[in-house]
């Protein structure tokens, strides 16, 4: 099998990680309120090109986005307008409370400068092996296309994999089965 064939194969083999994310730890930091995250996010909402999230005091936002099992990283869609979308896309794995303050201070576990057919729906495939064993992913929007003071997002989608993990609660006892 060739590099190429792999490479197809292994997207092909890639979901839409939107039904593993743990809603109640999400976290969005300067958005505006009528322009809530759960737009570009959920389901439905992502779809409808009316819908976004929209930076409120300036162009960055800094999104938190936990699992509910741990799951591999392979791409990200980030959807926006051509002037008003985001630009510089800055990801953190497993990186909890973050600020604005302290968000500079940690180097990122991959970073995308997203072009016009990034806008457009085109995915960005990530460095996978900085994302194998991801419990939350920490999204920074540092800037936007056109440099001005609103950013907006039309979606953002996940695409990876779960990691298979023991499910301590349907193991029985081996005794259990003995006669």
Known sequence: MSAES??????RSQVDLLDFIDWSGVECLNYNSSHPLPNAVKQGYREDDGLNLESDADEQLLIYLPFTQVVKLHSIVVKGPEEEGPKTVKLFSNREHMGFSNV???PPSDTAVLSSDNLKGHPVVLKFVKFQNVRSLTIFIEDNQSGSEITKVLKIALFGTTVETTDMKGLKKIEDHQH
């Open 6 to 11: 792999a490479a197809t194969t292994m997207l």
């Open 104 to 106: 500079n201070d940690f």
